[in-house]
């Protein structure tokens, strides 16, 4: 038991050091970072919680997350998400998880943005010197964005659990046309690169009481064609904790359950933010939630509800249903589906 405890606090040591080596170019220079899409959450359930999500280890969507929350997993999981995000964007995800009796969980996971038709323009300049210029239509621009990961994770002790998460990161943002008297020249302007994320939770078995961390998107520099400057993911570092407050204030054996959950978090491409979320759940099978996000550009408030029906011995599938309020636009509404199998 010792040998375990000591790689769980190696675990939780490597993480601090991984969100205190972060270079001070990168942390000042808030807003530099490619493929921003990264940074909106997946999930139904974690959406309603304001993504205040890290804690969770129930849910095969906290590989999103921390990869270190589908630890304790059992059997086979799947999950599958829709996001109708902002300016018509869609977001696609999917997650399968299997449980390896003592060789620990394995799991796979598939993003995929949905831009809808975009047209394309070029400027065109003038022939005849006098600096004017025209704008022309070239098409639709075909954009692709997604990412595909591989998870690991694995319960060291009935405290510590570990993951991590490799997955190859791809922008697509189409081509350009650059249109000059000398002629066109169109630029193919697509970068992938393979990107980590790591994790760890400890839970102290104490009234529901769980500290996470995690950090998401290390990568190397990565250059879209024939730019000079380079950009990073947006790598985040995130601390959380949560508690049942039912089992604070009320011990005994309850079908009620009231998961206080809260998250700080650490980008390098923004200033630190706080996520703070309400599960009340009933009997473990129906869901209200609640969250709210501190210091993001659009977002803040967020409600959520959620279903979980057996239909077989020891198998589930779970409903979950989240809108969140946005300050500059119309409410996003994500549906997602969970199975147990």
């Known amino acids: 038991m010792r040998q375990q405890q000591r790689i769980g606090i190696a675990a939780v040591l490597l993480l601090v050091a991984l969100g205190a080596t972060v ?34 280890g129930d849910d095969i969507s906290t590989i999103f997350w921390n990869p270190a929350g589908i630890a304790n997993l059992t059997g086979t999981r799947a999950f599958l998400d829709v996001n109708r995000w902002i300016a018509d964007i869609t977001q696609f995800s999917f997650a399968g998880s299997h449980h390896f009796d003592e060789w620990g969980v394995v799991g796979v996971s598939f993003m995929i943005m949905d831009y809808g038709e975009i047209h394309g323009t070029a400027i065109e300049l003038s022939t005849a010197g006098s600096g004017s210029f025209e704008y022309i239509e070239t098409g639709p621009v075909k954009v692709a964005n997604y990412v595909i990961g591989l998870t690991y994770a694995r319960a060291i002790s009935r405290e510590f659990s570990v993951g991590g998460q490799v997955k190859y990161v791809y922008s697509g943002l189409g081509s350009n046309t650059i249109v000059q008297s000398s002629g066109t020249q ?18 102290t078995g104490f009234r529901g009481l769980v500290f996470s961390m995690a950090v998401r998107n290390w990568s190397r520099e990565i250059r879209y064609p024939q730019m000079t400057q380079g950009f990073y993911l947006p790598l985040v570092f995130t601390l959380g904790v949560a508690i049942d407050a039912v089992d604070v204030f009320d011990p005994e054996e309850s079908p009620h359950a009231l998961i206080v959950s ?13 996520c703070f979320g309400l599960e009340y759940a009933y009997d473990q099978q129906w869901f209200l939630r609640a969250g709210y996000k501190v210091n993001y550009s659009v977002e803040d408030w967020s409600f959520g509800v959620g279903a979980r029906v057996p239909f077989g011995e020891g198998q589930l599938v779970q409903f979950d249903y989240a809108y969140c309020l946005m300050k500059y636009f119309s409410g996003v509404q994500r549906l997602s589906l969970s199975m147990t199998l």
């Open 23 to 56: 270079s001070p170019a990168q942390t000042t220079m808030t807003g530099q970072a490619a493929m921003k899409f990264l940074g909106i959450g997946v999930g139904a359930r974690a959406a309603g919680l304001g993504y205040s999500f890290v804690t969770f």
């Open 262 to 274: 809260a998250n700080g978090l650490h980008p390098t491409d923004y200033l630190e933010k706080a």
């Open 186 to 203: 169109t630029i193919e302007n697509n970068v992938g690169t393979l990107a980590f994320d790591v994790g760890t939770t400890y839970d």
